[in-house]
């Protein structure tokens, strides 16, 4: 099964000034985020267009913020593969649907990580 990366754990072992400019940069996105959602017109709106802006700014100044706090192993399993982020949730090691994003003709779990579109399939 793919190796899940526990953000909370991770964020627990960084040192506090790691910490507190991650954070303060993730906050920073999310006001942007919000700025961009609240535009009434986004063609026209120039807070838009600058919230747009703050967006790219912000997710490159996030990665770099975690890159220089977090030794990209933490990132990887054992075996070399990246780690997925443990909030996803279950999904499916063949298709890659998820709770939320379930196949077209829907599906549901024949395993913890096999939906039963994917197990219809293996079985012919
Ligand atoms: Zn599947
Ligand atoms: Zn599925």
Known sequence: ????????VVWAGL???HQAEIG??????????????QSADRSTDPLF??????????????RQAVVDAVPMADFNAADGNP???SRLGQFCRKCGCTQEDGC??????????????C???AAR
């Not at 099964?1 to 909370?8: C, I, Y």
């Not at 940069?25 to 959602?37: D, F, G, T």
């Not at 802006?53 to 996030?62: M, P, Q, S, V």
């Not at 077209?104 to 579109?117: F, K």
Request: hydrophobic share 45%; aromatic share 10%.
């Open 1 to 8: 099964m793919t190796e899940r990366f526990h953000g909370a």
């Open 15 to 17: 040192h506090p000034d």
């Open 24 to 37: 303060a940069v993730a906050l920073e996105l999310i006001s942007a985020w919000w700025m961009q959602e």
């Open 49 to 62: 267009r600058a919230a747009e802006a703050a967006d790219y700014l912000l997710i490159n100044e996030l």
């Open 83 to 85: 780690k997925m982020p």
């Open 104 to 117: 077209a003709n829907g599906c549901w779990w024949v395993e913890d990580d096999l939906c039963s579109s």
């Open 119 to 121: 197990a219809k399939e």
